[in-house]
């Protein structure tokens, strides 16, 4: 059933980029990837991006984009799914691959935070709730994720210790991987000295400021330079509100599309030997593993204590750094995820590699508004 | 006396007392600015109550109201007034009386308003509403007294003003904890205290606040009770008087005459300070809590500028039961967390903050 | 400068003063924010559901990462709540005693300010709830 060829990419160091404008940054990750792709004539620019509009005030992105990339004018479109942006914007690329109407699409995601200070983007996270009733509240999505932490700590028997270690494991993952925001190490007692932003989440659980871009070219035709395939992809909508999932603590979009994506490959989840997971929060990342049915509900903490998770286990998870290590570059994160899982089975250009066949990546817009899930094979 | 004012008609269906949770005390105030260590001994106030950092006039005055309903146990659609008594407006134009009759379900078919004369607006409303009432315009009418007192830091005025809500429906007797028996009112021009329309804090007149305003204005509306009706001060079994302070109530009690021990148990100001509009209806309130059928209560509520209001108010069998029905302010005033003058400051807003960041 | 818009908020202020939700005829559930279709079964046949003001306290969090609109009312404290058959997300209020604040505890509702839209735009009011120590 193949498929959409992934055969460039592009993948910006994350960081506050002080210099570089939005624009600039989605043009350095496209010429990346298409400069590794070699020449290619795409058809199509997809744009991910949470905030350009917000932040920026910059809204048609893609068309500022494209005047640069493709000044002959090509199709364009600006997808804007939370968290799971970039992902969405990728299963959009397989449907008009796989309607026809496109053969080469460019999918970059970009976001950019340092433009202004903390307490913006904080405002920001407020558009991620219903805003007329919980953005007027002030009840951001940290503090949800941080009630999901508290329910799953205690209904698993766990205390804040065993949440601490998902930020060091995610910090010793992008050690060695060249975009990340952060390569240094952390302890756990790092974790547990930093400050409270909504207990039980801490500073060193949430990703920092961050700026990046990131692109991936999507292609009908097997290319020369074609670093792994598309196999399947799904978006499935959840609840905005907080109160209005049956279970706060299963993310049922994610059950959903993963069981979707599985089915239309004929995949048996034992197969699957690598995961991207946005791991919001640190909580996120057992939240949506265990959502996902992959995990036993229950069982992230306990296995990532017991050494497992990591390059060379028979599932890796994050090898990227995930939120906390690579960084969080909110509509962008989906692009970077679908590169990352697309470096690290085939090993691109010094990447680290993972033997395996197939990787996952699972995204979430919001704590439960969207899930969207791509599923990347070796080539 | 025989029901020959037309006040007679009506009474209070419900009321209610609402105190924020936080206290300062006096003496944090006085070794702050430097004033005399005597000064909260003299006023006999020992604490007064401060406002969260969320809370305003509006929001108090909700809380009182709600239990004043939860008494009343009317249809607030039948409720077609509601007068909002306060110095301290959240908008100095905006009504808070329709955010309130809003948030309780008595919309749109109402008057709605907010009034002011100094601590006293919300007795106008109360005699304002009886007349409603008592005409037949309207079956049901909810008065609120509430404020965030203000005063300039560092003046006397700092140690008493404070912050509570007080509220009534008022309805037909018949349906009453206490029906109005008499009231009378008793206005002058008197500058005692004022704020000028864009000073954030107001000025007074110190002693001049005293015999010409408080004392004169009182004890007029009270002797012109007395012979409207007859009544002496020994047919009252409580008294209440406009609380400024701990000690003006129990001085001019003995000046017209009454016993301190009439006035003491609605003497609420020595433990949550000068709640302005609240004030002496909070002192009522606070009687309704205790008072059994038959008791006869005056009520002398004051506000500077200058006038006064007497009422006499007679309590019926239903007042236990409703009683029950609602939280007690005695509850609101033995449940407090004492802070500091920062803390108080903060919450005041006395810290001048500028504008952040904002999308 | 008032930033916030007025008809946004104008619209749910009943919502907001109230927590007016929704109740399913069909599932007979209720939800909040209300919904013109329920969020469990997809029926329209929905009715007003006006919670009671007391309830439970499910869980809490205290949030730090505020707007600088908000900073005067940081930390917030936010909780889960169970009112009547209602489950809702709220601000909590006049938290004094964190060591009380646990789950099960009593909550009621009271009527507080949201936020200020600056120095001279609207104030914004809406329910919090305040535990019962
Ligand atoms: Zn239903």
Redesign the pocket.
Known sequence: MTSMYISGLGLLPIDRHYDKSLTQLALEASREALDSAGEYDIDTIIIASNYSTLLQRQSMLASLVAEELVPKGLQVFNVENGGASGLAAVHLARALIKSGLSRNVLVIGVDKQSDYPQSIVNQTSLTQVNYEYHGVMGVSLASLYALSASLYLSKHQLNEEDLALWPVVMHENAVDVRHAQFKSKITVQNVLQSDYISAPIRVLHAHAQADGASAVLLSSNKKESTIATVEASHVVSGKVEYELNEDPLHIEPVEKAVKTVLMQASLDKNLIGLIEVLDMYSIGGPLLLESSGIIPKGETLKRLKEGRFKLGDSVAINLSGGIKGRGFVEGATGVYQIAETAAFLSGYRGYKQQSTDYALAIGVGGLSSVAAVVLVKRI | MTNLFPESKTGIVGWGGYVPIYRIKLSEIVKMWGMQESLPQILNVEEKSVDNVDEDALTMGFEAARIALERARVNPSLINAVFFGTESKPYAVKPSATVIAEALGITPVTMASDLEFACRAASEALRASIGLVSSGMMKYALVIGSDTAQANPGDVLELTASSGAVAFIIGPKEESAAYFEASYSYVTDTPDFWRRALSPYPLHGEGFTGEPAYFAHIVGAVKGLMEKTGLKPTDFDYAVFHQPNGRFPLKVAQKLGIPKEKVLPGLVTPRIGNTYNASALLGLAKILDQAKPGNRILVAPFGSGAGSDAYSIVVTDLVEEKRRNGTLLSFFIENKVNVSYSTYAKNRGLIKRIDGWSL | MAKLSIPIFWRVRKHLYTLEGRK?L????AHFPPKNS?P????TKLVEYYPPKKGKLLVWTKLYETCDDRSAYRPIYIGLLQLGELRVVLPLTDIHDEGKLKPGIDVELVLRRYIEDGDTGLIYYGLKARPIF
Do not use: L, N
């Open positions: 399913c069909e599932c007979g559930r329920c469990y079964c997809g029926s």
